[in-house]
């Protein structure tokens, strides 16, 4: 099988772990990155694709994108979540990625009163700033069976 096109961030937590089952149940191809090698090899039982990519470390990020074309962004919303999204935008930027779909914030937007929700549009006009390259999509609901 080619290396897949797609790849996921955060399929190891509550948002990210549905939407990698979603993808393994409908047998769409794509790689999840995580930064810990317990996750790396939890996933991989799973049957995931994975590949080694740190947040933290944005260094990490690029080769992690590496032959991707597609990134579902999922991550914690905290006092980082700016420099990790800007450092993962710019190194798909910096790969060639073509689409990049961010996970938001729910209720989140101009207005919104939830401290969480202000960083998330923050992060959202950064990515659209620094990253003309990779149109984001903001999703807004998800059905999941329950």
Do not use: W
């Amino acid at each position: 099988m080619d290396k897949p096109t797609v790849l996921l961030t955060g399929a190891s937590g509550n948002t990210g772990r549905v939407i990698a089952q979603d993808f393994l149940q409908r047998g769409i191809p794509f790689v999840a990155m995580s930064h810990g090698q317990g996750n790396l090899a939890r996933l991989k039982d799973q049957g995931m694709s994975t590949v080694f990519g740190d947040f933290e470390a944005p260094d990490t990020l690029a080769s992690a994108l590496a032959g991707i074309k597609k990134a579902y962004l999922v991550s914690t919303q905290d006092e980082k979540s700016i420099a990790r999204e800007t450092a993962f935008v710019a190194a798909a930027r910096k790969v060639g990625v073509e689409h990049l779909v961010a996970c938001s914030a729910y209720l989140s937007g101009e207005n919104a009163d939830a401290l969480q929700a202000e960083e998330e549009t923050s992060i959202r006009k950064r990515r659209t700033r620094n990253a003309p390259a990779c149109p984001a999509s903001r999703p807004v609901r998800q059905a999941v069976p329950l």
